[in-house]
Each structure stands twice: as C-alpha cells, then as structure tokens.
C-alpha cells in the first residue's frame, strides 16, 4: 500500500477537528455580565463615551442593564446594522437611534413599536417636544413610533470679523446680497489667502445633498411635491433654484469646483474653521466646534437663517436622531424606561452642555444655564419650529438616490437643468409608482 | 502500481474512492452552506417582491424586466463592465512585466519582492482612503505636484469630471492589484525550465524573442487563471470605488454591487437580488468562457 490510510486515523482527525469547532465555538461565548436591554448608537469616540457616561448612571438609578452596541459614524453604516438585525427579526439591539430620514422606511416594515401606550402611563409629556417635528417625523400614519433625541436644521454661519472688516452691517435674507457680499469679500481675501471661497455648502452625492437642495429650492417656493399618485419635481422653480446651485460653483465662482465631489458636513467644517470662507451652511453642530479653543475663528462666528428668494421663504431641512423600541424587542417595558431616562429634562440638558447638541425638548431651550452657555439657542428655537421635513416615505430613500444622481450630474456640469429635473421626475415618478400602493 | 489499486478496488469495497468522499464530504458540505444556499436563496428572492414595507407576493421576472429599463442600473453595468475591460488588461501587462522583474537575476530581489507586495496586502478601503488624500482637491498630493511644479499652474478638480473618475478609480485599482497578478505569474515564470533559456540564448535569441516565443506560450495558463480571478474580483468590486467617489458624480462611477446594495439598504431585498443574480451570471458567464480558453491552452502545450 502507497498511502496506507487507516479508519483509526480518520476517526482521531475527526475528533480532533469537531473538538476544534467546539472549542471556537465556546471562545465566541465570551461571558458577559447578564444584561437586560440592548442600546445601538453610533457616532464619534467622545459621542459614544458620552453615552457610556449615561447609560452608567441609567444602570445606577434604575437597576436596569444596558448593554452598548457600538455602531460606527457612518449614517449608512448605522442604518444597514439595524436593517439585518431588524429584518431577521432579532430581538437584540432592543432600543436604538435612527436617522429621521429613515424612520418612515422603519415604521412602515412594522420593525418599531407603537409608543402611544407607553406614553400614556408614563411621566413623559408628548407636548414637552417641538410638535412639528413630532407630527411630520415621529408619526406614521398617525401613530407615534419615535421620539427626537436631538433636532437638526441647516443654519448659515458667517464671520463676524469679515462682515465688520467690509462693513456688512447684517447677514444677508436674500440670495441676490448674499452673492453680492460673497463676491466682494472672496475677490479682496483672496489677495491675502488664495484659498478663500465666499460659500461652502454639502454637495457631494450623498444624503447632504438632498438637504441642500430642498433648501435651495425652499427658499424659491419648490420642493417635492406629491399630489395623489403623481409626484412633481420637475418645476419652474426648482428649475431655477437648481441653476443657482450650479452658479454658485461654476458662474459666481464663490463656491469651490470640489463642492459636488468631496464636500460633506466635515470638509466644510473644516475648510470654514480654517478661515477658508465667508459663509457656510452646516447643521448646528458645527457650532461648539467652531468656538472650540483650538478653533482659528473662535469667537467670530455668528449663525444666521439661511437666505432665501424674493419669492420664497427661508427654509432649513429638519435632520436629527430619533429613538424607538423594536417591534421584536422582549423587554419592551424596560426600554421604554430607558427612552424615558435619555428623553428626561436633565440628560437632554446635559446633551446641550456637553455635545452642544439641540435637544429634541423645546423646554431646554429657556433654560438659563443652557442659554448662558450657548446664546445661539434662542435663535436656533424659531429655526426648528420652522423646518421643513423630506418626504416622510417608506421609500424615501430611493427618491433621495434619484435626487442625488441628477442634482449631482447638474452640478458636474454633465446635464442641464431642465433635462435633469425632467428625468429626475420620470425616475421618481416610477418609484412612487411602484412602491407607492398601500 | 496504479492498476494494482484498481484491481483491488473492483472487489466490492472500494475503499479509495470512499476515503477519497470522506475527505471531500466535508469540503463539499461547506460549499453547499456557504456558497449554494445563499446563491440559490438570492436566486428564489429576486423572484418575488420583497420588500420590507410591503406584502411580498411572488412576481417570477417581473424584477429582472424593470432592471434593464432602469438607468441607474444600466448605467451601473456600463461602468462595471468598462472597468474591468480598462483595468484588468493594464494590471494583467504591468504585473507580468513586474514579475519578469522579480524573476531576473538582480541585487536585493527579496526586498524587491516584499515592497511589491505591499499595495495587495493593505485593506482596499484604507488605499482607497489614500488615494482621496492623493486626489483631494484642495490639499491633494497630485495637486500638489501639478500646481507647484508647473505642470497645469491651476488645481485639477481630479473626481469632478466622469473621465477624471473613471481614470483616477482605474488607476487605484491598479496600483492595488498589480502586485496580486505579479505574484502569480511569478510563480509561473519560475517554472519554465532554465535549460530552455540558456538554449536560447546559446542560439543567439534576443530577450524579446525569449520573452514572446518561449516564456509567454508557458505561462499563458497562468496569466489566464490569473485574467479570471482579475475579472471576477472586478466585476464584483465595491470597497475600493465606494469609498472613493461615493459612486459619483452623477452617478457615474456607481458599481452594479454598490446598486444593489443601495436597494438591499432601502429595504427592496428582491430587486437587490435581482441585481445581484444579473452579476452573478456575468461572471459565472466569463468565468465559463476562460475555463475553455484555459484549457484550450494546455491543450495546445
């Protein structure tokens, strides 16, 4: 025999290989300590240290253990987690933050659990919460899946020193003296700094540039509208506000051509916190940042209502995190509870003070201590009572993909306004179509 | 020796080819759970709606026929396609020159190895994150070099443009996978036999000539699985491209996977997998088409 291969052999390699599997097997098992709920939340190191910081308190108050699952920054990252836990219907995470761009979707699949019976034995008080944001987000067909941890708004911020080095007396409400402004300032910086822009804005393809979008075209009276089965994009004034949009990159030449490749809410942060502009349209978060003590424009930044058309109004698009219980969740009650605890007076407060987050309770924006440490609350107030939602959709999504190639092909420079919006709406229209029965 | 197990397996028992199933059994288990079951299951799942919002009902081709009206998707498999088409030829001719590098006689050829090597053993996302740091618009390194040392004078928009895209995600792709073919067809090239060379070139032929007459018929199984391996990695590419561009702009460089993943994302699980079985017969296709010219080859030899 050449290969003598005995069945001992193969019987003790076997056994050697099933005690291997075993033993990875139990090497996964690692023992933790028995919790009760599980909490999924992405973000930043400091964010998620945050939240480690309160779910010991919740722990130590409550008796309740909280496990923390670490999600990463990324939105998308966040969203396709709880998409295949949810759709394998795992009771585990129990409690988690969702995107307000996604909720519909959520609540839609049947994956959150209805709040209104919670809510009613609960100290927790639905009017404490700005309404609009409660009805247009946190509804779906008019039962309550959600509640806003934090609310989010496209602001302007702009540069105090600028304005009284040029002698602008007062941020601009109207594009026209925006751009005005913009120009004048951009073309004498820049014989100090070569590179200086007059306005950065998000407008990568991605989420963000939705959000700028229906701002532009907000403040132009447009938007998406959906009138029964039909939905409209392809309008005069969308058109318009659109064209304004490429201008700003390609004919004012006040915001910088890598606007539709790289910026995102990071880049323009940054660029703008290096002294790199005039103006710039983030979300409120940019602004604890931007006082930051390492920040090069620290004390010189003011936050203003974006501008907006002759014919349109100031518009900002309503972002934000909100928290729900999964429909598979077997602690139900116990996550409820902890929802409570992350929506009491005291932790919002607290995620004002340390985060510089804007709370989802409109009754932390009076409160002194908040006020005294960052002014720009009472101004951000009148910006969240006003904010206009994305299309509250299952399928939002998919729209705002539709969105993003064309709005994108337009800023590139690939196809013109009228042929993108025109295509746009055939594309959505044939997604409203197809997901749109109910 | 051979006949004599065969003589020997006639007799009932056959014990060979069952200590042959016994050692195979396992692997064949592990393709059908790993690789069938999902590839059969996404199969089933393009065939019905199913999506996470609404009643899933069985629609049989009813996803396949609204991909092939969809631009986006068309537009995907164009890119898909293009892609492979430009970088797996250029990687195929820059690997095997790099490999006929490695294989000569020169000082310090082990290091020489190592530091090809290099790009193939680092994650895709975090070249992928390098080459944005190279591109960057405003503080990129290639701006860097073409504005201060003159070459244009003014910053190049690299990702802006569906050409500059294209080329600056070819470009990466290739930087990356270069080293992969190289390694292979290294492998290859240490197998032709020395004799043949010292032949050849007792017979006066010039280093072309050894090149195209004798090294390249020999390899040529080599380079073909290697073409395989290149087509389906690229056919299915997704890291590298979506950290990248995010697919953009105007959609221009959005991959078939990076398509069907916005759709598994929006909660559509049968039009994702309808993509996804569109890109499984593309390459299951290609993959056929290789394996005969493959053997073909060897054939030939």
């Not at chain 1, 019976?117 to 008019?142: H, I, P, R, T, W």
């Not at chain 1, 708004?153 to 007396?169: P, S």
């Not at chain 1, 700028?212 to 998406?224: A, D, H, P, R, V």
């Not at chain 1, 077997?330 to 607290?350: C, N, P, R, V």
Request: charged share 20%.
């Amino acid at each position: 025999m050449a290969y003598p291969i005995r069945k001992k052999h193969i019987v003790t390699d076997l056994f050697i290989l099933l005690l291997v599997v075993c033993l990875t097997a139990f090497c996964g098992c690692e023992k933790k300590p028995v919790k009760d709920i599980t909490f999924a939340v992405g973000g930043a190191p400091a964010e998620l240290d945050f939240w480690q910081e309160l779910i010991a308190q919740f722990e130590h108050q409550s008796g309740i253990k909280v496990d923390l699952l670490r999600q990463p920054t990324d939105t998308d990252l966040r969203r396709r987690g709880l998409v295949t836990s949810l759709r394998s219907k795992k009771a585990n995470p129990d409690v988690f933050l969702m995107d307000v761009a996604w909720l519909a979707q959520f609540a839609a699949s049947g994956w959150l659990e209805p709040l209104a019976g919670y809510m009613q034995s609960s100290q927790l008080d639905s009017e404490v919460f700005f309404q609009k944001v409660l009805n247009l987000a946190d509804k779906y067909n008019g039962r309550l899946v959600a509640l806003p941890v934090y609310v989010d708004g496209g602001v302007l911020y702009y540069r105090k020193d600028l304005f009284e080095g040029f002698n602008i007396k007062e941020p601009p409400e109207l594009w026209l003296d925006f751009v005005k402004q913009a120009v004048m300032v951009q073309k004498e910086t820049r014989k100090t700094n070569p590179d200086f822009y007059g306005f950065l804005w998000q407008g990568a393809q991605y989420e963000g540039l939705v959000c700028n979008w229906l701002e532009f075209t907000g403040s132009k009276g447009g938007g998406i509208v959906l009138e029964g089965p039909d939905i409209i994009i392809n309008t005069e004034a969308n058109t318009q506000a659109t064209q304004f949009m490429y201008d700003l990159i390609h004919r004012f030449e006040i915001s910088p051509p890598n606007t539709y490749t790289e910026m995102k809410e990071e880049e323009v942060r940054l660029a703008f916190q290096q002294g790199n502009a005039l103006f710039e349209r983030n979300w409120p978060y940019a602004w604890a940042l931007h006082q930051a003590e390492d920040s090069p424009v620290k004390g010189n930044v003011g936050v203003a209502p974006l501008p907006r058309f002759a014919d349109g109004e100031s518009t900002s698009t309503l972002g934000g995190w909100h928290i729900g219980i999964s429909k598979y969740s077997d602690e139900k009650q116990k996550s409820f509870e902890f929802m409570e605890f992350i929506l009491s007076y005291d932790t919002q407060k607290k995620l004002a003070l340390t985060l510089g987050w804007n709370p989802g309770r409109s009754d932390v924006y009076t409160d002194a201590e908040v006020i005294e440490k960052l002014p720009h609350f009472v101004s951000l107030k009148s910006v969240f009572e006003n904010l206009r939602p994305r299309p509250n959709l299952p399928y939002y999504t998919l729209l705002s993909e539709v969105i993003q190639r064309y709005v994108s092909s337009v800023l590139s420079g690939n196809l013109g306004v009228k042929e993108a919006l025109s295509e746009a709406e055939k594309e959505a229209q044939k997604i409203v179509t197809k997901y749109g029965r109910e | 020796m051979a006949g004599n197990r065969l003589e020997k397996n006639r007799d009932g028992t056959n014990k060979d080819i069952k200590t042959a199933c016994i050692f195979i059994l396992p692997l064949l288990a592990l393709i059908f759970l790993f690789i069938l079951v999902p590839v059969i299951g996404t199969f089933i799942n393009s065939l019905f709606q199913d999506v996470s919002f609404l009643d899933k009902r069985f629609i049989f081709l009813k996803n396949f026929q609204q991909l092939f009206v969809d631009s986006g998707f068309r537009q995907a498999l164009r890119f898909t396609l293009l892609f492979i088409l430009v970088s797996v030829p250029l990687e195929i001719v820059l690997g095997t020159v790099f490999a006929l590098l490695m294989n000569a006689d020169v000082p310090l050829r082990g290091l020489l190895r190592a530091c090809v090597l290099i790009p193939w053993a680092i994650p895709a996302a975090i070249s992928a994150r390098t080459w944005e740091l190279i591109y960057n618009y405003s503080y990129g390194l290639a701006n860097f070099i073409f504005t201060e040392l003159g070459v244009t004078g003014w910053p190049v928009n690299w990702l802006g443009t569906s050409l500059g895209a294209f080329g600056a995600v070819v470009v990466a792709d290739v930087w990356k996978t270069t080293p992969f073919v190289a390694i292979i067809v290294l492998a290859g090239l240490q197998a032709v036999p020395k004799e043949l060379i010292s032949q050849a070139k007792a017979d006066g032929a010039n280093l072309l000539q050894i090149f195209f007459k004798i090294n390249l018929p020999l390899i040529k199984p080599v380079i073909i699985v290697t073409l395989l391996f290149r087509t389906i990695d690229g056919l299915r590419v997704f890291d590298m491209i979506y950290v990248l561009t995010g697919g953009g702009p105007g959609g221009q460089t959005t991959t078939i996977s990076h398509y069907a993943y916005k759709y598994f994302l929006s909660g559509d699980f049968g039009y994702g997998s309808a993509a996804s079985v569109v890109l499984f017969v593309v390459a299951f296709s290609l993959s056929v088409i290789y394996v005969k010219l493959g053997r073909f080859e060897t054939g030939q030899i």
